[in-house]
């Protein structure tokens, strides 16, 4: 856990997101701006900053995030429609928020390129 990391916050209880999912080591809320009608960020509870922390150690957080997310999508619905999975690493991609985290997007039809 880090100590000022919104993120770590929420895996504590201290702040509390709108929980969609959560297993040993997922958390899984809605995001507080979406841009779909579906959009949730799973988190790992183990305190990485970013995609650029992980590591042959700790790769299982890989598999249980995107295992999370294709559970989250069947909840809503969408598994068939389609969704989209999205790590932000760094400045470049926008990243704003550094505990690693995986957005999940759905419920309208996306775009490609990401802008
Ligand atoms: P990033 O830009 O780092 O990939 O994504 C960070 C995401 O966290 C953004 O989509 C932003 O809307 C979301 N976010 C920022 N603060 C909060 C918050 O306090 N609660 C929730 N639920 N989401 C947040
Ligand atoms: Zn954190």
Request: proline share 5%; aromatic share 6%; net charge neutral.
């Amino acid at each position: 856990m880090a100590a000022e990391c919104l993120f770590c916050k929420m895996i504590s209880g201290t702040i509390k997101p709108q929980t969609v999912y959560e297993d040993d080591k997922v958390l899984a809320f809605k995001d507080i701006n979406p841009q779909a009608p579906v959009h949730v960020l799973l988190v790992p509870k183990q305190h990485l900053a970013t995609l650029n922390d992980l590591d042959a150690k700790n790769a299982d957080i890989v598999g249980a995030l995107v295992l999370a997310a294709k559970k989250v999508a069947d909840d809503y619905g969408i598994s068939r429609s389609g969704y989209r999975t999205v790590i932000n690493c760094n400045a470049d991609a926008g990243q704003s928020v550094f505990h690693l985290h995986m957005h999940l997007l759905g419920g309208r039809l996306m775009h490609w390129p990401p802008g």
